[in-house]
Every structure is written in structure tokens, then in C-alpha cells.
């Protein structure tokens, strides 16, 4: 049983409210369990409780864990880069969105919502006013394991949400309803206010995966990955068993006098020299030492590879990422290299698309808020994600394919789009489109043959 219900009872709340949080309560609390499970894998903290039967003592004392999943999840993670955001008729700043996201330090901050989401399945990013002293619209992020609601597929919104801020010894004494346009706070196991917002349920998620069974998503710690990684660990334990005894020769001994074992075994494997005394009383007097072969770690280095294959089928990243084979680990080829990631940057690909929708709902929610506006005017419906390319392109190469597109599609030399397909950070592409607009007179073109030139 994956959790049970979660008690959260406030004075002041409505019947049908106390009723709402009492079912979502009970969705997080169910959810919470695997969710914490996650966590752990995410942060190394997570332990396995059936060892081998081959685990000596010491070694269950060890706490052997394996950076895999994490690895799993930043490896996607750094290959989805939000860059910002464009208006294909009008500037940012125009509509203070810009003024909306550097308050909100929100390309920073979406990153790591993306990584939750990746752990979780999904984070929502919740938009709403703010208080004395900050920005007129705050757009905060919520994990799964503090927020969950219900999920419209007809209007692709939410229509109920809880969003919980405290707990006291496991209890619940802070949280934020959301349904239709009502806001209610809690705070210290009471009401503290009730009040409306312009948005209905301003709470987009941002999901993993999402399915029509599953609209948030799934983990990228699947249980599939869980299980594999536990079993690298097992593999693991085995070897640092066997790596005390690989490391000690192995010898029988046949008819010695029993007082040659007086000392430790650790003391007879250190020494130099060791003398046994013949026992005139024993079938055969003197003593007769045979080496045999120690254990070979071969077995668990093979074994561990073969985890590592299926760990990197199923997530869909380079087996060499995991330290493991690393004599395959030789520099690719650029086509190499891109062929070797290709499933990776699919599955980077899937991500973005599934999450621009959502990007954009957020800060046009969060300008609604700012402005106190009901509607969103026509002319900032368009706002969409810039996103970094998933490729690890070199910036020649990106002039490059630039300066070639550019050639085949003169019209383009007088964008400045085009100088965001040049590999350059937001900051730099900032300074660029600025310098651009003072020297209104020179050609893309001919800065980006220079540029080749100096290469």
C-alpha cells in the first residue's frame, strides 16, 4: 500500500472546500511515498534492504549507493536549455514581459522546475500576485510532493489545485486552494483570506511524458531504472566481497602441526615468512602447502557492464556516460558523436515540445496578474520559448551552417533571428542584436564571412 490519507482540517473552510483539500490531501499523500522514493534515488540516499546472501557483515554496513539515476536526469536536463522567450511582431520589453521574467529570475529558475519535473514527472508552475515589497506577479514552482490537482482534458487547464507551503510533525498547518477563480490561504491550521484572481487557477504543469491516461507525465526514474540500479549495487557489494580474498593468495595446507595457526590470519598473510613444524605423530609429517587460483573480479566487471547496457537502453544516454566500458569511451567522430546521442537529443526534443505550451502559459498568466487583466491582448498570444539547440555544436560550425542558409535565403542577412542560430549565450546574443541596430548600415552577411575568415 502506497500511503493512505492525509488529515488537513482548517477553521473557516466551506463544506465542498474541506471536502476538495480531504481528496486531494489524499492524492498527494498516495503519490508521496513513491515520490519520496524518487528523491532518494535522485540524491544518493537510497539503501537497498535485500543484500546478497553472499554479503559478509562488514558490508552491510557500508551504504553502497550508485549515481546513475542522477545521472539519468541531469544528462537530459542540460540538453533542454530554455533561452528566453520571442514576439514574432514586437519586442519583450514593450509589454514589460522582459521586466516579468528578470523579477521572477525565471530562465534560471525553470531549469531547476525541469529537473523536479524530471524527477517527479511533473512541477507546476503557479502564477500569482505578489506582496509588499515584490514584483506585481510571481510565478513560483511546486513539486509533486507538495502540490497536486485535477486535471481538465477538455479545456487543457486545471481546474482545482492545493499548494502546500508548512508541515509541523507531519501535519499539514499551511496551504493555498485554488478553484475557479477563488484563492483561499491557510495559515496556521486557519483561513486568512479568500480572494479571486483574473486567471482561473493560474497553475500550469509542467509534465514528463504526459500521456491521456497520465497528463502528468512520468518519472525519468522509472521503476525500471530503480531496478536496475539496485542490482548494479548488488554487483557491487559482490565485488568488495571478493576484493579482500582476490587481493590474499590462497593456499592449503595438508599435515602441519596445529600450533603453526597461532597466529591471526591477517598476521600469516602479511609475514614474509612463515614456519611450519613437521608432526611426527601426523600421516604425513611433513607439511605439504598447494596454491590454488584466487577468485576473479572478472565476473562482476562483466556483470556490471551488462547493467550499465540496459540502464543506458533505457534512458536513453551513452553507456560510457556511466563510467563504465570506459575503452569505449574513445573521441568520436562528429557524426560519431551525434549518432551515439541521437536518442538522448529525441527524447530532449519530445521535452521541449511538451513543455513550450506550458512556458508560455506562465508568463502570460503572470503578465494578466501584473496588469489586472482578464484577457490576453492579440498582439502577446504569440510569446514562445527560444530553446538551445539540443547538439553540442561548435560555434565554426554554427557560422557555418549559418553563413550557408544565409547565402541560399539572401532576405535573411537583415533578421536577427540569424544571430541566434550562432551558437552564442542569451547575453551575448543581447549585446549582438544591440551592436546591430547601432551599425544599422553593416550586413549579417559580412560579419559572419569574417567571422569564418578569422577561423
Not at 211 to 235: C, E, K, N, W, Y
Not at 343 to 350: I, K, P, S, T, W
Request: proline letters at 5%.
Amino acid at each position: 500500500m502506497e500511503g493512505g490519507e492525509l488529515v488537513i482540517k482548517a477553521e473557516g473552510l466551506e463544506g465542498f472546500e474541506q471536502d476538495l483539500v480531504w481528496r486531494l490531501g489524499t492524492v498527494l499523500e498516495k503519490k508521496a511515498v513513491r515520490n519520496r522514493l524518487r528523491s532518494a534515488y535522485m540524491d544518493g540516499k537510497h539503501l537497498i534492504r535485500q543484500l546478497p546472501p553472499t554479503a559478509t557483515p562488514y558490508l552491510r554496513n557500508l551504504g553502497i549507493v550508485l549515481g546513475w539515476p542522477a545521472k539519468a536526469v541531469e544528462i537530459l536536463a542540460r540538453r533542454v536549455r530554455l533561452e528566453g522567450f520571442s514576439l514574432p511582431d514586437d519586442e519583450l520589453s514593450t509589454w514589460g514581459i522582459d521586466e516579468i521574467l528578470r523579477d521572477n529570475n525565471y530562465i534560471a529558475e525553470s531549469a531547476q522546475g525541469r529537473v523536479s519535473a524530471l524527477v517527479h514527472s511533473t512541477v507546476f508552475e503557479v502564477a500569482h500576485k505578489g506582496g509588499p515589497g515584490e514584483p506585481a506577479a510571481l510565478i513560483s514552482r511546486v513539486t509533486a510532493l507538495d502540490g497536486t490537482g485535477d486535471w481538465n482534458p477538455r479545456t487543457r487547464k486545471m481546474d482545482t489545485f492545493i499548494w502546500v507551503h508548512e508541515r509541523v510533525e507531519g501535519r499539514v498547518t499551511s496551504f493555498t486552494l485554488y478553484y475557479g477563480n477563488r484563492v483561499v490561504l491557510v495559515e496556521d491550521g486557519k483561513v486568512q483570506s479568500r480572494t479571486t484572481t483574473t486567471v482561473p487557477v493560474p497553475v500550469v504543469p509542467i509534465a514528463y511524458k504526459p500521456r491521456l491516461d497520465r497528463p502528468f507525465g512520468s518519472s525519468r526514474i522509472s521503476r525500471a531504472v530503480m531496478t536496475i540500479t539496485d542490482s548494479a549495487v548488488r554487483t557491487m557489494i559482490r565485488s568488495e566481497g571478493t576484493a579482500d580474498f582476490y587481493g590474499a593468495p590462497w593456499f592449503m595446507i595438508f599435515g602441519p602441526d596445529e600450533e603453526a595457526f597461532s597466529k591471526n590470519s591477517w598476521q600469516m598473510i602479511m609475514d614474509r615468512v612463515n614456519a611450519i613444524p613437521d608432526n611426527e605423530d601426523a600421516a604425513n609429517p611433513r607439511a605439504e602447502v598447494q596454491q590454488f587460483t584466487q577468485a576473479s573480479q572478472a565476473p562482476h566487471v562483466a556483470q556490471l557492464q551488462v547493467w550499465a547496457g540496459l540502464f543506458a537502453a533505457e534512458t536513453s544516454i551513452p553507456e560510457s556516460s556511466l563510467g563504465v566500458g570506459v575503452n569505449q569511451a574513445n573521441p568520436y567522430s562528429e557524426e560519431g558523436y551525434a549518432s551515439s546521442r541521437e536518442d538522448l537529443m529525441a527524447e530532449a526534443q519530445d521535452a521541449e515540445d511538451a513543455w513550450s505550451s506550458a512556458h508560455s502559459k506562465s508568463v502570460l498568466w503572470a503578465w494578466q496578474i501584473a496588469n489586472n487583466e482578464s484577457q490576453v491582448p492579440d498582439e502577446i498570444v504569440g510569446i514562445a520559448p527560444v530553446w538551445r539547440d539540443q547538439r553540442y555544436t561548435s560555434r565554426a560550425a554554427s557560422a557555418d551552417a549559418t553563413l550557408k542558409t544565409v547565402q541560399a535565403f539572401p532576405w535573411m542577412a537583415e533578421s536577427d533571428a540569424v544571430i541566434e542560430t550562432l551558437g552564442f549565450d542569451s547575453t551575448m546574443t543581447a549585446r549582438l542584436m544591440a551592436d546591430k541596430r547601432r551599425h544599422s548600415g553593416s550586413s549579417i552577411i559580412d560579419q559572419l564571412r569574417g567571422l569564418q575568415a578569422g577561423e
